[in-house]
T-cell receptor
């Protein structure tokens, strides 16, 4: 298996622009997680899905952030409009069970908002 | 609610020396415990996990951890570190069918 795939790996954009991050989970995994990592706040869970349904989005910082999972093999995290404080590394992870089985992380998307 | 405290944000250690990275957790229910490692510019990968059974868990790359319920700890150890072990290490806890709660990480720096 190719593992969790994220694109793009790097994104540089200007404040106010829309940013879309993409994730393809491991085939057969029912859970998908979006995390944000910064030096100041560490690793934060933004939202997670079970069988394509959002279960908990309490970690999404503001209405500017939205996430979708239209099918079992694809998810997006969108920021509109982006702000400099959104600069971070965004990780997608998937697992077959939420808290027992191993979470497999993608390589991350490094976002810089100017 | 669950929480994880990693007591050291940075740990420098000389090559071939032993190391212990400390992790304490808080939970009102039974827990599952994990250690993940993050190498520079990469995602996290699992080192080891405790679900049940023996409290001493062995993982990849020569690491091991011991679950201590009375002290609510899950410290990570390696008897002899290598330069390649330089990375950030995350402890995480779950109560089962819930997402992992991660600690803030410990940066291990191995010095030649």
């Amino acid at each position: 298996d190719a593992g969790v795939i994220q694109s793009p790996r790097h994104e540089v954009t200007e404040m106010g622009q829309e940013v879309t991050l993409r994730c393809k989970p491991i085939s057969g995994h029912d859970y998908l997680f979006w995390y944000r990592q910064t030096m100041m706040r560490g690793l934060e869970l933004l939202i997670y899905f079970n069988n394509n349904v959002p279960i908990d989005d309490s970690g999404m910082p503001e209405d500017r952030f939205s996430a979708k999972m239209p099918n079992a093999s694809f998810s997006t995290l969108k920021i509109q409009p982006s702000e400099p404080r959104d600069s971070a590394v965004y990780f997608c992870a998937s697992s077959s069970l939420a808290g027992v089985e191993t979470q497999y992380f993608g390589p991350g998307t490094r976002l810089l908002v100017l | 609610a669950q929480s994880v405290t990693q007591l050291d944000s940075q740990v420098p250690v000389f090559e071939e020396a032993p190391v212990e990275l400390r992790c304490n957790y808080s939970s009102s229910v039974s827990v599952y415990l994990f250690w993940y490692v993050q190498y520079p510019n990469q995602g996290l990968q699992l080192l080891l996990k405790y679900l049940s059974g023996s409290t001493l868990v062995k993982g990849i790359n020569g690491f091991e951890a011991e679950f201590n319920k009375s002290q609510t700890s899950f410290h990570l150890r390696k008897p002899s570190v290598h330069i390649s072990d330089t990375a950030e290490y995350f402890c995480a806890v779950s109560s089962g069918n819930t997402p992992l709660v991660f600690g803030k990480g410990t940066r291990l720096s191995v010095i030649a």
